[in-house]
């Protein structure tokens, strides 16, 4: 099956600094999700890029989906203690059609910040 | 609104005993998704309801994993009989629907340790 390949698989750093994260894939992807997860807690949906070129926001994050369709990158800006967690991106593989819709999550990136 | 509610939280039995998972979706989803996520893992779908049918379970051990959804609302998730690899957190979630386009909403999850 589809695989994502996702880096880095951890990240140290101090609080304010900016964080950038990306995913790749072998083949192509309808839809880029990252997730957020939490310790003790299931994934929460950050972003969802749905077009190739799309370059979304929310609030200090930023994600784009690769204009090739095999990647996707997260940057977070002026880092804050609360941003530590697990961030995962997903997508939707291109051959998924009808209403079957299989979710392939990356391995994630293990952030923590120093306050 | 209340999110997907999952119980129980953890779960600890020896290997070839049995166990069970409940799920309750959010209001109002159709779509209700299993996922298995060793540690160290991102998510892995094991299984897709959509209402009280099941729309993919390509990936989930038969001989030993079932899961139903009788009434298309509650679903509950079986191991029988349980392994050490079967060691994971199980995450519920739910959608309003089965498409791309409706986001997945992920439940606390419930923690099996098998010894």
């Known amino acids: 099956g589809q695989q994502l390949n996702q880096s880095p698989q951890s990240m140290f750093i101090q609080e304010g600094e900016d964080v950038s994260m990306n995913c790749t894939s072998s083949?192509?992807?309808?839809?880029w999700l990252w997730y957020k997860q939490d310790p003790g807690e299931g994934p929460v949906l950050l972003i969802a890029?749905?077009?190739?070129?799309e370059l979304t926001s929310n609030g200090r994050l930023t994600a784009q989906f690769g204009i090739t369709r095999k990647d996707s990158f997260l940057n977070i800006s002026a880092s804050i203690p609360s941003d530590v967690g697990i961030y995962f991106c997903?997508?939707?593989?291109?051959?998924?059609?009808?209403?079957?819709?299989?979710?392939?999550f990356g391995k994630g990136t293990l952030l923590t910040v120093n306050p | 609104e209340a999110g997907v509610a999952q119980s129980p939280r953890y779960k600890i039995i020896e290997k070839r005993q049995s166990v069970a998972f409940w799920c309750n979706p959010i209001?109002?989803?159709?779509?209700l998704y299993w996922y298995q996520q060793i540690l160290g893992q991102g998510p892995k779908l094991l299984i897709q309801?959509?209402?009280?049918?099941?729309?993919?379970d390509s990936q989930l051990p038969k001989d030993r994993f079932s899961a139903e959804r009788l009434k298309g609302v509650d679903s509950t998730l079986k191991i029988q009989p349980a392994k050490l690899e079967d060691s994971a957190v199980y995450l519920c979630?739910?959608?309003?629907?089965?498409?791309?386009?409706?986001?997945?909403?992920f439940g606390p999850g419930t923690r099996l340790t098998v010894l």
């Open positions: 979630a739910s959608s309003f629907w089965g498409s791309s386009y409706n986001e997945q909403f």
């Open positions: 083949s192509i992807f309808n839809t």
């Open positions: 890029l749905y077009k190739a070129g």
């Open positions: 997903a997508g939707y593989p291109g051959n998924s059609g009808g209403s079957n819709y299989k979710l392939t």
């Open positions: 209001s109002g989803h159709a779509t």
């Open positions: 309801f959509q209402n009280n049918g099941v729309v993919d």
